[in-house]
Nanobody, 126 residues
Framework: QVQMVESGGALVQAGGSLSLSCAAS????????MGWFRQAPGKEREFVAA????????YYTDSVKGRFTISRDNAKMTVYLQMNRMKPEDTAVYYC???????????????????WGQGTQVTVSS
């Protein structure tokens, strides 16, 4: 089981930037595919971004492409989400997740994601 703790959520104005962090535990963190998801009030949780075990591959949902960047530091067992040019529709609880049995090939980012953090609130004011 992997434990993860997100941090960095805050209130930010539209057009601003915010960086989220997710500190993870696990003997083989460097093997996991890591992802960020979000859930807005009254909506289902949605995929935001994923990063491969090495950091060499990333995948984003269309609505954040060009604005958000996912990265990881395996030595620190931490994954990050840099969010720029933020919009009110980015308001949500953001969750970090791990796929501890990743597959390879073109569907590597699809999970399933087995372990989840508790979430951190991000609010973007207009």
């Amino acid at each position: 089981q992997v434990q993860m703790v997100e941090s960095g959520g805050a209130l930010v104005q539209a057009g601003g930037s915010l960086s989220l962090s997710c500190a993870a535990s696990g003997r083989i963190f460097g093997y996991y595919v890591m992802g960020w998801f979000r859930q807005a009030p009254g909506k289902e949780r949605e995929f935001v971004a994923a990063i491969s075990w090495s950091g060499g591959s990333t995948y984003y949902t269309d609505s954040v492409k060009g604005r958000f960047t996912i990265s990881r530091d395996n030595a620190k067992m931490t994954v990050y989400l840099q969010m720029n040019r933020m919009k009110p529709e980015d308001t949500a609880v953001y969750y970090c997740a791990a796929d501890i049995n990743p597959t390879y090939g073109t569907s590597w980012y699809k999970g399933p994601f087995d372990s989840w953090g508790q979430g951190t609130q991000v609010t973007v004011s207009s």
